[in-house]
């Protein structure tokens, strides 16, 4: 059974940074291709950055590119979002989904709260 589990959320003012993590468990955590997401209140879900099975691959949104930077250890069965120059509208429960063998999971989100 694949479990992910996200930490690393909080209160943070215009500017700051956080680093999110997500720890896996179940499964061989190389083969998952791993990404973050995000909801805000009232909106739907997004996609905020994904990362491949090595970490040699990576994608961001244009809303949060130059600004976030998503990495993974294997050996440590983790993957990062590091969050830099945070703006009220970063405000979201952000989730990390992993995608193994066909199959999606979810970690049950960390709330980041950015105010101005």
């Known amino acids: 059974q694949v479990q992910l589990v996200e930490s690393g959320g909080g209160l943070v003012q215009a500017g700051g940074s956080l680093r999110l993590s997500c720890a896996a468990s179940?499964?061989?955590?190389?083969?998952?291709?791993m990404g973050w997401f995000r909801q805000a209140p009232g909106k739907v879900r997004e996609i905020v950055a994904h990362?491949?099975?090595?970490?040699?691959?990576?994608w961001y949104a244009d809303s949060v590119k130059g600004r976030f930077t998503i990495s993974r250890d294997n050996a440590k069965n983790t993957m990062y979002l590091q969050m830099n120059s945070l703006k009220p509208e970063d405000t979201a429960v952000y989730y990390c989904?992993?995608?193994?063998?066909?199959?999606?999971?979810w970690g049950q989100g960390t709330q980041v709260t950015v105010s101005s």
């Open positions: 179940g499964g061989t955590f190389t083969s998952y291709t």
């Open positions: 989904r992993g995608i193994v063998a066909g199959r999606i999971y």
């Open positions: 990362i491949s099975w090595d970490g040699r691959s990576t």
